[in-house]
């Protein structure tokens, strides 16, 4: 490959740190020749972020509070000015909302409150971002992409509400691809498997879950950023010109599997 997103404009939401699937896409990205500019969430993260950004050359970094309408106008406003109003990606990677501890109960446990700020942050926030977006990408050939997880479609033990959520967003994928397409806008999600980031932390037992999703895979093995990255470059750029609507798995073929062929239990169990 040969700078393929040269000249390409872009927005990505969601980098929390360097182990973060979404700067792994952006350092794809960056080095084939996109122009970025980024959100990040709070004072706190944008300390550890922001070196990050500038690190690929990024003059674009907003702090976005994606429960609110008025910022997220606020933060597109700014980047029409900045790209001259013109975007051809948007990078979705923002995901949270359930309470403390609704990663560990059942999801019967699942409050209110946590069912309501994780549909908010992990599903509406793409609906209302694109909506912002969308007049800067209109007739460019542009594409969104958010990043889904195999628990929208199978029960993900301590997954619980994100596994209900994920299941939203990968619908409002395919509504927000019939919406757009006209516009020349498509919609896609990656769905990465079990990789170890800070957002994994909150899982109970992920540990287990990613060591037997490894070694269940037929690959044998998980997936890193980069290749994450590369699945997420493609979708973005010209050569997936005619996708839109679909969730592509990057997983090492995990998810096309009916049987487990090695169990691997707790370290506490195996003993």
Same mark, same amino acid.
């Given at each position: 490959m040969n700078q393929? @997103? #040269?000249? #390409?404009?872009?927005?990505?939401?969601? =980098?929390?740190?360097? +182990?973060?699937?979404?700067?792994?896409?952006?350092?794809?990205? &960056?080095?084939?020749?996109? #122009?970025?500019? $980024?959100?990040?969430? +709070?004072?706190?993260?944008? #300390? $550890?972020? *922001?070196?990050? !950004?500038?690190?690929?050359?990024?003059? !674009?970094?907003e702090m976005l509070d994606i429960t609110s309408d008025e910022n997220i106008k606020s933060v597109f406003a700014k980047l029409q000015g900045h790209f001259a109003g013109e975007l051809d990606f948007v990078v979705h990677g923002i995901a949270g909302g359930p309470a403390r501890g609704e990663l560990s109960d059942?999801?019967?446990?699942?409050?209110?409150?946590?069912? *309501? +700020?994780? @549909? %908010? *942050?992990?599903?509406?926030?793409?609906?209302?971002?694109?909506?912002?977006? &969308?007049? @800067?990408?209109?007739?460019?050939?542009?594409?969104? %992409?958010?990043?889904? /997880? /195999?628990?929208?479609?199978?029960?993900?033990?301590?997954? +619980? =509400? @994100?596994? =209900?959520?994920k299941a939203a967003l990968e619908s409002s994928v395919r509504y927000l691809a019939h919406d757009l397409g006209p516009q020349g806008i498509r919609v896609n999600a990656v769905s990465p498997g079990t990789i170890r980031t800070r957002a994994?932390?909150?899982?109970?037992?992920?540990?287990t879950m990613a060591r037997f999703t490894e070694a269940n895979a037929p690959m044998q093995r998980g997936v890193t950023q980069e290749e994450v990255g590369r699945a997420a470059l493609f979708l973005l750029s010209d050569l997936a010109s005619g996708i839109t609507g679909e969730t592509l798995f990057v997983d090492a073929g995990y998810n096309i599997m009916g049987y487990a062929m090695n169990c691997v239990l707790p370290e506490k169990q195996a003993k």
């Open positions: 393929i @997103m #040269k000249n #390409k404009k872009g927005i990505i939401l969601g =980098v929390a740190n360097e +182990n973060s699937i979404s700067w792994g896409v952006a350092k794809v990205l &960056a080095e084939q020749g996109a #122009k970025l500019a $980024f959100t990040y969430q +709070n004072e706190k993260t944008g #300390k $550890f972020v *922001i070196p990050l !950004f500038q690190s690929l050359g990024s003059d !674009f970094y059942g999801y019967l446990e699942t409050s209110r409150e946590g069912f *309501i +700020n994780s @549909m %908010l *942050i992990s599903v509406y926030s793409f609906t209302a971002v694109l909506r912002e977006a &969308a007049g @800067m990408m209109k007739g460019r050939n542009a594409a969104a %992409l958010t990043m889904s /997880y /195999y628990g929208s479609d199978k029960v993900i033990p301590n997954y +619980n =509400v @994100m596994g =209900v959520a994994a932390g909150g899982i109970g037992d992920f540990e």
